[in-house]
Nanobody, 124 residues
């Protein structure tokens, strides 16, 4: 089993930065691919970024490429999402998720465990 807890969300001005953290518990953490998703008010949850179990492969939604960076430190059981050049349209609840697949997926249903989310609000 994997338990996930997100942190690091908050209010930031457009152009600013935030780093989200997702702390995981469970002995199998390093064997899971990890992903970040977000859900804006009135919209469906969407894929943001993912990272393989080894950290060697990363994937990003087109909307965040060049601005967001996903990383993980397995020794700390933690995955991060560094968000730079934030835009108002990045405002959403951000969720981390664990995927038991060898490589990370980009669909919600591919993930086995979810955190409860952290709010990110970007003002213009």
């Amino acid at each position: 089993q994997v338990q996930l807890v997100e942190s690091g969300g908050g209010l930031v001005q457009a152009g600013g930065s935030l780093r989200l953290s997702c702390a995981a518990s469970g002995r199998t953490f390093s064997s899971y691919a990890m992903g970040w998703f977000r859900q804006a008010p009135g919209k469906e949850r969407e894929f943001v970024a993912a990272i393989s179990w080894s950290g060697g492969y990363t994937y990003y939604a087109d909307s965040v490429k060049g601005r967001f960076t996903i990383s993980r430190v397995n020794a700390k059981n933690t995955v991060y999402l560094q968000m730079n050049s934030l835009k108002p349209e990045d405002t959403a609840v951000y969720y981390c998720a664990a995927d038991s697949s060898v490589v990370p997926g980009k669909k919600e249903y591919e993930y086995d465990y979810w955190g409860q989310g952290t709010q990110v609000t970007v003002s213009s």
